[in-house]
């Protein structure tokens, strides 16, 4: 009886962790990864929809003056992600890969943010939430502007210039990267 709820167990925690993937700098999408069977987007001309974002959590305590522990992490969901299976293609799917690309790049602007502001507990309730949604704002208009200046990947000059700026975005913000520490 023990090793069978052990499995159930070992089973629950890998099918909630496969609901999402967490950006690595190794593991790249695949068009596996898009389970959605609706357009979101609802456009005859969408070819794939990305569904990224973070999450985060912070430790904090009544202590204002004690130190406040963050974590941001960069995730895709694939039960929202779609895809045109009739039209896909790996040029497609590069474009796809740096929206997810874009949300890390915005993940690291905001760690950085938040270690060189928010180091306790009342710092975390006086700053957070602003230093939140301005790097949103920011992350939502850069995401809008990839695509309408990529025309969705289709203007391939454009695309090669922001394959390359988020390149050298990651790099310049590698500092910022998401470490596990166990």
């Known amino acids: 009886m023990k090793y069978k709820f ?6 629950f ?3 909630i962790s496969a609901q999402k993937i967490y950006w ?6 695949t068009w596996e990864d898009f389970k959605s069977k609706t357009n979101l987007l609802k456009g005859a001309d969408v070819v794939a929809f990305t569904n990224c974002g973070w999450e985060h959590s912070a430790k904090t305590t009544t202590d204002p003056k004690a130190p406040v522990e963050m974590k941001i992490l960069t995730v895709f969901n694939p039960k ?4 045109d299976v009739s039209r896909i293609n790996d040029y497609v799917l590069l474009h796809e890969q740096k929206h997810f690309d874009i949300a890390e790049m915005f993940a690291r602007k905001l760690r950085k943010e938040t270690s060189e502001k928010v180091k306790t507990s009342t710092d975390y309730k ?3 939430n602003n230093l939140y949604k301005n790097i949103l704002t920011e992350y939502k208009n ?11 990947g289709n ?7 922001y394959n390359n ?18």
């Open 24 to 29: 690595s700098e190794g593991r790249k999408l």
């Open 142 to 152: 850069f995401q809008r502007k990839y695509d309408a200046e990529t025309n969705h």
């Open 80 to 83: 929202k992600s779609w895809k």
């Open 155 to 161: 203007n391939k000059e454009k695309q090669d210039f």
């Open 126 to 128: 006086k700053y957070f």
């Open 6 to 11: 052990s499995f159930i167990f070992t089973f």
């Open 13 to 15: 925690i890998l099918l």
């Open 165 to 182: 700026l988020i390149a050298e975005e990651l790099k310049k913000l590698n500092n910022y990267r998401y470490i596990e520490v166990s």
